[in-house]
């Protein structure tokens, strides 16, 4: 069953990385945190069942978001698809054993990473406006003003 499951995931990293430079921004985050996920719950629950793959579905939901992140994102995603491929991993787990729990890890994985990586990004440019760092309008010393 290990050799099926790991002989699926590589396939399936494989073709990933292949469409990598094709998509972009919050899918590129989900489909990070989603195969990190997947391989996270199988390696965890390989070796120590229910409770590893919960574990390792979180720990490789957040690994797999901070590769695919860029800097803007990387931290939103970590913690979204940490979280989300932990919970996956035992919604999952509970509603269909271990098969579940690899879908339940991909899936929250996936959506965690998206999630986080966007409210991260859009953080991190409403930050930029309060520093000055963009333009806000200062350079209107012509404008006429008619009463």
Known sequence: MLKKIAGI?????????????????????????????????AVGGALGGSTGSVIGGAVGGGAGAAVTSNRRERTGAIVGGALGGGAGTAA????????????????????????GGNISRSNSYADEGERGYRSTGHHRKHRKHWD
């Open 9 to 41: 995931a590589v396939l399936t990293v494989a073709s990933a990385a292949v469409s990598l430079p094709a998509v972009a921004g919050d899918l590129n985050n989900a489909l990070g945190g989603g195969l990190g996920g997947v391989a996270g719950a």
């Open 92 to 115: 999952g787990n509970a509603m269909g054993g271990r098969t579940g729990g690899l879908i339940g890890a991909g899936l929250g994985g996936g959506a965690g990473a998206a999630l």
